[in-house]
């Protein structure tokens, strides 16, 4: 699938000879014009608080409409289909790299990759429920209480597992950048249907240039238009997948 990263970058209006020629440096170099673009830009403090109001809001609505009458039937028909805890809790990467326990509800047989190894389309450790619930999603509801503790925002980039932190970060320019901001549960890349398992080094790129973009260009309004979007996603995938 063809995904369009448009960032206001400007390029082309660079002459070959400001731009290195090498890939390698090409990469930095554009990661270096990310870094100014996003250094141009610092949200205002009614910002911080109306977003904290938002993610507070809406996680609690949804943790006591929703989740006090799912977190029963999901436990039920985790437990009925494999063994292990109802929670899947794992270290993830926060704000300013520090760790927090991310929650999920467990989708994967215990096994002893789970911290080092992402989970493929099809792999042999998925339960029979989890396959459901990674497609609906419904795996990631347990982080609205992640959002409402405060580790993370409804909305900003997705958290990743500390390997994988410490991995991309040795080998991507600017990778942690993205740590600036608190972590989502959905994003800008999610939306753009980066999403899932990472495959190769220009995927994760793309993904960063939208999680920069993001931070770039974050406001409330645009917080709200990813949430209707990954709404109207899950809703597409949950039809597909039935049908």
């Not at 900003?156 to 970060?169: A, F, V, W």
């Not at 608190?182 to 980066?194: F, L, R, S, V």
């Not at 770039?216 to 109207?232: E, N, P, Q």
């Amino acid at each position: 699938m063809k995904h369009e990263a448009t960032l206001e970058l400007e390029l082309e209006r660079e002459t070959t000879a400001t731009i290195p020629s090498t890939d390698m440096a090409r990469i930095r170099y554009l990661f270096l014009e990310l870094e100014q673009a996003y250094m141009e830009h610092k949200p205002t403090a009614l910002y911080y608080h109306a977003k904290r109001v938002m993610d507070v809001t809406i996680s609690l609505a949804f943790i006591v409409g929703v989740m006090s009458w799912l977190t029963p039937l999901l436990a039920i028909l985790i437990k009925l289909t494999s063994k292990g805890p109802v929670f899947f809790i794992q270290k993830r990467t926060g704000l300013y790299g520090s760790e927090f326990n991310c929650f999920k509800f467990r989708t994967m047989y215990v096994n002893d990759e789970a911290d080092v190894r992402q989970v493929s389309i099809n792999d042999s450790r998925i339960t029979p429920i989890g396959k459901f619930l990674r497609i609906s999603h419904l795996d990631e509801t347990a982080q609205f209480f992640n959002v409402l503790i405060g580790d993370m925002s409804i909305v900003g980039p997705r958290p990743h597992m500390l390997y994988h932190t410490k991995y991309y970060s040795d080998c991507i320019p600017y990778y942690n950048l993205r740590l600036e901001v608190k972590p989502g549960m959905t994003g800008m890349a999610q939306i753009k249907d980066y999403i899932g398992e990472i495959n190769g080094e220009r995927e994760l790129r793309k993904r960063i240039q939208w999680d920069v973009y993001y931070m770039k260009h974050r406001s409330i309004a645009l917080d709200l238009g990813i949430l209707f979007k990954t709404g109207a996603k899950v809703l597409e995938k949950c039809y597909d997948f039935m049908f």
